[in-house]
């Protein structure tokens, strides 16, 4: 369940705080559930709405703007992806802007559909996608860059993000 709350916030001592958080919610609403589906699968829906809900009160959710205007992606740039190691791939998410990760995790790793999570945002559904894809696009920037993703995110391309933020 650490692996969840770490997708959705840099700081360790954060993600930490929200997976101590997400078992207390486990450890009182046991008895909620119903036995439909899984344990597992309902404790996951917990740990990942306890992180949308300290997300949400940070607002992350940067840079909104409708998918139609956004340039597409070069389909030789999706090579890059292919040609990376998992490490490399979760290095280049964790550099990512918070609205950017959250809605790639959310939509990608997750599995939610773009209007479940305008819901659990408070966004448009076409808001999701478009930072879905962005976030996909700026990951594809990150991932076909030649120096690693650590060291871009020490270098001017931190400083690039910030003054998008």
């Known amino acids: 369940m650490m692996g969840i709350c770490c997708r959705y916030v840099r700081e360790r001592s954060v993600a930490e705080d929200l997976l101590h958080d997400g078992f207390i919610t486990v450890f009182t609403k046991v008895r909620e559930f119903r036995g439909e589906g899984s344990f597992e699968g309902w404790c996951k829906r917990i740990f990942v709405n306890t992180a949308l809900g300290f997300l949400r009160r940070n607002n992350p959710v940067y840079e909104t703007e409708q998918i139609e205007t956004v340039g597409g992606i070069d389909s030789g740039e999706t090579d890059a992806l292919e040609r990376m190691s998992a490490d490399d791939v979760m290095q ?67 400083g690039k993000e910030a003054v998008m933020r």
């Open 92 to 158: 280049a998410i964790g550099s990512l802007p918070d609205g950017y990760r959250t809605i790639l995790n959310l939509y990608a790793v997750e599995g939610y559909s773009h209007k479940e999570i305008g819901e659990m945002l408070g966004i448009s559904e076409n808001t999701s996608r478009s930072q879905y894809f962005r976030a996909r696009g700026r990951l594809i920037e990150l991932l076909a860059g030649s120096d690693p993703p650590d060291r871009r995110a020490r270098g001017g391309i931190a």
